[in-house]
């Protein structure tokens, strides 16, 4: 056999061999993942592989996935890609227990109409096209769960949604919420006032009410307690047990309750309302303080409010009522990661917070670096916004507003014979140091051509923590995901620096434009034009000069515009070549350079 068939068997036998042990990999690895993303995109939680375990029966998730429509749209094929790829972990690690079955749905199809039956939102394409992008779960008594679009901005609630799913799947009956308050807000109860807050947990969970003189606690999923009553030592003994017992607690509590003296129905404030609560000594021993006589505001995040001065109406930005938004809310945990809208506060007070052996602390809620502390009977006087801002000092540090405590908590009556036999566990407590964020008022507005709309995330962040206490005890253990975006940051760079330099002489144009305009103006009304040096010339003259000036400016903003446009091609030109041409120019060179070496060894 001459060299060259005996080179082209030894390439023909290399390929049969590639090909083979990709067969092969295929049918004995399949299941094997190795996730290298940053953050680990595709690598399940902990909490969601133990709901995963605890999966008994089979479930069938059937993922509706436009993908031909999606191909014509980068950024969802990208995040379909991402939602496919987290499916399929799941899909792994439960063994066979989770039957995963991906369907296309061309238009008027049967696979269109069950997925519009089911429940899915598809989102609206080009020339009439419709993409479905969500998942249907059931179980084997055919239960449903029903994730009906996965938006991109959801992308860091993407694991917990698919394990939430998943849990109340699991769930053999509807979950139970004990609710402890002195604000008259139990339906039924005389002089009770609407609370929409109430009426959302109503409407998702069984609401077990727990009266003020109570003597044990109700076998409920989950504690809610909104400024509460004046308790006695046995009641605080048996909230200390429910904790010790891994019960899982939300705290609000404030030093100066506005909501409290809110007029009922009869025009009048509660009888027997309180300005503040709290909840010693359990607090003290969790290593939190709530300082009775302190209340926090921030002139940085104020909400707009209608004052009057000198007889006359004016809106101001109030510091002690104002709105945390996002860049205030903690991004890495469940209840607050999805939060846009901001969450509204009224008066609250603040935490302070002395972390004790065995339980964590996670800070939810902060006011901006700009928050600041007043005495609460300053506060408590209605005071005027100029007062507030007159003698404003900021904090410091930003006071924090809402924390979760998680861990084993240390007994607050370590004498309670009862609670020093029991088997600690694992507990949660969120604390906040404000009860008006619950009020209607506060995220409600009543407008007399839209109606009843919700202006905050007041409700949608109660609903999360109750979601995340109520639910699989692994879903506090969840990682808030980071997103899968990978923007080209240079790119990105470049691009702003460009626009920085458009704009300031857009700026400079539009300034030197007024100018040209106030000038010509007063040409028309007969002042003799004059240059800056004092010097009288001819009004034709002069507006000629002006033109000029005029086009040179809009020929410099063309020039800038240009020029970005060809920093940006060169940047993506070279990025293109180092990343598609540059790996392959390299193994053509190094396989030249082998073969020419192997040559000349041969030779010699």
Not at 226 to 241: G, S, T, V, Y
Not at 445 to 453: C, K, V
Not at 536 to 565: P, W, Y
Not at 570 to 588: C, G, H, Q
């Amino acid at each position: 056999m001459s060299r060259r068939w005996h080179m082209l068997s030894l390439l023909l036998a290399v390929l049969a061999g590639i090909c083979g042990l990709n067969l092969l990999a295929a049918q004995l690895l399949s299941d094997v993942r190795l996730d290298s993303t940053q953050g680990g995109l595709y690598r399940l939680s902990e909490g969601s592989r133990s709901i995963v375990n605890e999966i008994e029966e089979p479930v069938r998730w059937t993922f509706y996935y436009s993908r031909r429509t999606a191909a014509d749209y980068p950024a969802v094929r990208s995040y379909g890609a991402r939602v496919r790829g987290l499916l399929e972990s799941y899909a792994v690690a439960s063994e066979g227990r989770i039957i995963l079955t991906e369907i296309d749905p061309e238009p008027y199809s049967d696979a269109e109409d069950a997925a519009l039956a089911a429940g899915l939102a598809p989102a609206p394409a080009g020339e009439g096209d419709r993409i479905f992008f969500g998942l249907v779960a059931e179980n084997a008594v055919d239960d449903r769960q029903v994730l009906a679009y996965f938006a991109p901005e959801r992308e860091a609630l993407l694991e917990y949604d698919l394990s939430r799913s998943l849990a109340e799947l699991s769930r053999q009956e509807r979950s139970h919420v004990g609710v402890l308050t002195s604000l008259p807000i139990q339906p039924g109860m005389i002089g009770a006032r609407a609370s929409h807050i109430v009426d959302e947990i109503g409407a998702a969970y069984e609401i077990e009410w727990i009266s003020s003189g109570f003597s044990e606690l109700p076998d409920v999923d989950a504690l809610l307690i909104i400024h509460p009553p004046r308790l006695a030592d046995d009641q605080l003994r048996a909230l200390d047990r429910y904790v010790a017992g891994g019960g899982r607690m939300i705290l609000a509590l404030d030093p100066l309750a506005l909501a409290a003296f809110r007029p009922g129905p009869d025009g009048l404030p509660p009888p027997g309302a309180r300005r503040a609560s709290t909840l010693e000594p359990l607090l003290s021993a969790w290593g939190v303080e709530m300082p009775s006589g302190e209340v926090a505001m921030d002139r940085a995040l104020g909400l707009p409010v209608q004052i009057t001065e000198n007889g006359r109406n004016d809106i101001r930005n109030y510091p002690l009522w104002f709105s945390a938004g996002p860049a205030e809310l903690a991004d890495d945990d469940l209840a607050t990661a999805d939060l846009q809208r901001g969450i509204n506060f009224g008066s609250p007070g603040h935490l302070v917070v002395s972390p004790v052996n065995g339980v964590g602390v996670r800070y939810l809620i902060r006011t901006s670096e700009d928050g600041a502390i007043i005495d609460t009977d300053t506060a408590a006087g209605n005071p005027s916004p100029a007062s507030l801002l007159s003698d404003y000092e900021a904090a410091g540090r930003a006071p924090v507003l809402a924390v979760r405590l998680s861990g084993l908590f240390p007994a607050a009556f370590p004498g309670d014979e009862v609670s020093a036999g029991m088997a600690r566990q694992s507990a949660d407590v969120v604390i906040l140091a404000d009860v008006d964020w619950l009020d209607d008022p506060y995220f409600l507005r009543n407008d007399p051509s839209f109606g009843l709309s919700i202006v905050a995330d007041n409700p949608a962040f109660l609903l999360n923590l109750v979601d995340l206490a109520v639910g699989d005890p692994a879903l506090l253990e969840l990682r808030s995901l980071p997103s899968s975006a990978r923007p080209m940051t240079r790119v990105d760079s470049l691009r702003e620096a460009a626009e920085a330099e458009y704009a300031e002489e857009q700026a400079a144009l539009e300034v030197r434009a007024a100018e040209i305009d106030s000038e010509l103006q007063s040409l028309l009304s007969g002042r003799p034009p004059a240059t800056d040096d004092g010097r009288e010339i001819g009004l034709e003259e002069r507006i000629t000069e002006l033109r000029a000036e005029m086009a040179e400016a809009r020929s410099r903003l063309r020039d800038i515009e240009r020029e970005f446009r060809e920093d940006i091609d060169a940047l993506e030109a070279a990025l293109r070549f180092w990343t598609m041409w540059a790996p392959a120019i390299f193994v053509l060179l190094a396989g030249l350079g082998i073969g020419y070496w192997r040559r000349r060894r041969t030779l010699t």
